[in-house]
């Protein structure tokens, strides 16, 4: 795994730990259990709350996973670290801050695809789909890209994973990403919402 901000490689970073926490609905559907909990909560609170326990899940599991890699990358630290996102506004502090940027940043990101796995599970719940939908529709953003408009690069899906849309100054850089990502968040959790209630109204 590296950390230099290629496609794939962020891929690997960004997308692959967090799958598992999209896949909730898939299983417990194939295990029967939606029905009881949609009786005792609701469908609504049920799958809300769900999919936020998953967007926060991967958002931890992603923070801790990269400190994990910088502790056993420590013995060549300093190489790490001024190899990740130089050149952007997130440098512009040292190796320290840059870091803190760096998992801030894509802890969000981390969580907009945990949203992204929980509405397809919603969808199709087939934990095999559900496992490989986030891949796929990775892929397709890469591929749609070259037909995104230019001016409205800075909520451009492809930034949020492959690439980053740098501003003037490294908190307006997080800011802008970390809002685009809750709106992301929040249209997909509502989404799998209304999957869910669509699909136990017709159960």
């Keep these: 795994m590296a950390l230099n901000g290629t496609g794939a490689e962020l891929m690997m970073l960004?997308?692959?730990?967090?799958i598992p926490f999209g896949c909730f609905y898939a299983m417990e559907d194939t295990g029967g259990a939606i029905p009881f909990w949609a009786i005792r909560a609701g469908t609504g609170r049920y799958i809300s709350c769900k999919t936020v326990a998953a967007i926060l899940s991967a958002m931890g599991v992603f923070a801790v996973g990269v400190l994990l890699y910088v502790a056993v990358a420590l013995l060549n630290g300093k190489a790490f670290l001024s190899d990740m996102m130089d050149g952007t506004s997130y440098y512009q502090f040292g190796n320290a801050l840059t870091l803190v940027f760096y998992i801030v940043h894509y802890m969000f990101t981390a969580g907009v695809w945990?949203?992204?796995?929980?509405?397809?599970s919603t969808c199709l719940p087939n934990l095999y789909v559900a496992l490989a939908a986030?891949?796929?529709?990775?892929?397709?953003?890469?591929?749609?890209?070259?037909?995104?408009p230019s001016e409205l690069g800075w909520c451009n899906v492809r930034n949020l994973t492959a690439s980053l849309y740098d501003c003037a100054e490294p908190g307006q850089t997080l800011l802008l990403h970390v809002g685009v990502c809750l709106v992301y968040m929040v249209i997909l959790t509502l989404a799998s919402v209304a999957n869910g209630k669509r699909r136990q109204q017709n159960a």
């Design 114 to 120: 945990a949203a992204v796995g929980v509405f397809v």
């Design 134 to 148: 986030p891949s796929v529709i990775y892929m397709l953003v890469m591929w749609f890209d070259q037909y995104w």
């Design 14 to 18: 960004a997308l692959l730990p967090v």
